[in-house]
């Protein structure tokens, strides 16, 4: 059961971070600045659901910071645009409950991670 629920951990992190590089490719310059602090651990969950009737994908995690959310649905939005990216992806739903998963247990530098994390 532990190998299993850490296949799933590895799964979620590599999914999480091909996430955070694709959003990285759809920055503009003023964006920079905001993601320069956005790690893996921030990005989205996905997990299948469904919300309003809709099914897809459950996405934000409940300590990320909202200003780093609101970007996140704009590179979202914009690489939903992409035809390429559309046709390979799944619909991500932009309004669900935010993920339960719980901050990263490791210790970080508050002023490196530039303020990202939200108090809980």
């Known amino acids: 059961m532990r190998a ?7 799964r979620s992190r590599a999914r999480r971070k091909r996430l955070q590089e694709s959003r990285q490719s759809v920055l503009a310059d003023e964006e920079v600045e905001l993601w320069m602090s956005a790690t893996v651990d921030l990005m989205s969950d996905e997990e299948d659901g469904i919300v309003g009737g ?7 995690p409940s300590f990320r910071r909202p200003d780093l959310s609101e970007l996140c649905v704009k590179l979202q939005s ?3 645009a992409t035809p390429k990216y559309k046709a390979m992806h799944s619909r991500r ?3 669900g409950p935010p993920s339960e998963r719980t901050p990263p247990a490791v210790a970080y530098n508050p002023e490196e991670a ?4 939200t108090e809980l």
Not at 114 to 117: A, P, S, T
């Open 93 to 95: 739903l932009h309004i």
């Open 78 to 80: 914009r690489l939903e």
């Open 114 to 117: 530039n303020g990202q994390f």
């Open 54 to 60: 809709v099914s897809g994908w459950i996405v934000p």
């Open 4 to 10: 299993e629920a850490a296949k799933n951990s590895a």
